[in-house]
């Protein structure tokens, strides 16, 4: 391999508005093109109508600065590859409950018995000794022992120990397979507290003892394994005054105007545990690696109550941690100005949190050069990676001969 063998990325926020020249292009920060070399020119077209001609693309970074591949034929353009955005997904299993089919084998209730789960978080294997981090949920049920209390113990006890860690990896809540009494709306909901309000008089609604259940994420309709709360108390306030205390914090997003929740009827207990994986808006692509959260439940001492892994994690493709991540990477590889620093700390990010992109990638062959007293042409290398801005309407898939 040469040494120019490297990897460039250069990701669009922005239309790259038909730039008829470098100069052009020069005053769109996030924008990349294709030019043909003599003349430099723009072009849209397949670069596959003139095979024979050589072509560069050009980026403008985040930094301001123009950045160009080498020039290259549509026939030096190997393994290209169009790769849609595709969400990250969180990992969703049961601990019990036997409310809908798949979810079998009701929480254990067995007296004056310790119970301890074991929660195998596998995506930080290799960090400990080549080992994940496995973290235990103790809890010992009464002399007169029921679902409630073992379902309630173990999910306080989870969310405790969840969240000493130095990122919250799931959160623990309970299902309930009874069938709704009384259909709720408008209630204020907090994350991480116990107590809510109603913006409706409730009063003879949600009465102590009550299992409220909560869609959530809220989407339109309830389901039975939806996340379930009993409330343990309310205050002496009056109508929507009223103010109702839950026995566990409220694990769901804070929401000011929830109108999708019920008390229902006590039937089958378990618990729902979810995947939390790092949030955009803390994720670091210097120093991080892009993950999502991948666990197993182990339950050594459960006679009935069974796992069920009802959605499992997916890394998904375009976010914006992998892309920012891949820019930081590319960046060391080739080793530029950008990065001189030592220790090399500095990176430009020119993908935004929050954004997503399709990916278009290919590797440019370099063909210029062979030896003259053997022949041979080493293997030289360059990946070009362009991820777009979903939305961003731009002509690659035409010029580069592939993709949507």
Same mark, same amino acid.
């Given at each position: 391999m040469f040494e120019d063998s490297r990897t460039q990325v250069m990701v669009c926020n922005v239309t790259n508005a038909n730039a008829a020249s470098h100069a052009v292009l020069k005053a769109l920060t996030g924008s990349a093109a294709a030019f043909y070399d003599e003349p430099q020119t723009f072009t849209e077209t397949a670069l596959a109508t003139n095979p024979t001609l050589y072509h560069h693309l050009a980026y403008r970074n985040g930094a301001g600065q123009l950045e160009i591949t080498n020039n290259f034929r549509s026939g030096d353009i190997q393994n290209g590859g169009y790769y849609g955005y595709l969400a990250r997904v969180e990992q969703v299993s049961y601990l019990g409950f036997n409310g809908v089919a798949l979810h079998t084998g009701a929480m254990d209730a067995a007296n004056s018995t310790y119970y301890g789960l074991k929660i195998v978080l596998n995506h930080t294997f290799g960090m400990l000794n080549n080992s994940p981090t496995i973290l235990t949920i103790p809890y010992k049920t009464s002399a007169a022992a029921t679902q409630s209390e073992l379902a309630a113990g173990l999910a306080n006890a989870a969310t405790q120990i969840f969240e000493r860690q130095p990122h919250k990896p799931i959160k623990?809540?309970?299902?309930?397979a009874g069938a709704q009494l009384v259909d709720l709306d408008n209630l204020a909901l907090v994350h991480g507290a116990k107590t809510f309000i109603s913006a409706d008089d409730d009063t003879a609604s949600i009465l102590v003892g009550s299992i409220l259940r909560i869609e959530e994420p809220?989407? @339109? @309709?309830? !389901? /039975?394994? !939806?996340p379930c709360y009993i409330v343990v108390s309310h205050d002496s306030g009056v109508g929507a005054a009223r103010i109702y205390t839950l026995d566990q914090a409220f694990q769901g997003v804070t929401n000011a105007d929830h109108d999708h929740c019920g008390t229902v009827t006590e039937g089958n207990w378990g618990l729902k545990f979810t995947g939390i994986s790092v949030a955009d808006a803390d994720f670091n692509p210097i120093t991080d690696e892009p993950f999502v /959260? !991948?666990?197993?439940i182990q339950n050594p001492g459960f006679d009935t109550a069974d796992v069920y892994n009802k959605t499992t994690s997916l890394i998904g493709n375009g976010t914006y941690q992998l892309v920012s991540a891949m820019e930081a990477r590319s960046q060391f590889e080739n080793k530029t100005r950008e990065i001189s620093a030592y220790p090399p700390t500095v990176r430009q990010i020119t993908a935004a949190a929050g954004s997503t992109y399709n990916i278009f990638a290919f590797e440019i062959l370099n063909t210029a050069y062979s030896s003259p007293t053997t022949g041979v042409q080493p293997v030289s290398k360059i990946r070009v990676v362009i991820p777009v801005l979903v939305g961003l309407t731009e002509a690659f898939h035409t010029v580069l001969g592939f993709g949507a």
């Open positions: 623990c809540e309970r299902v309930n809220e989407s @339109g @309709g309830e !389901d /039975v394994d !939806d /959260v !991948d666990f197993t």
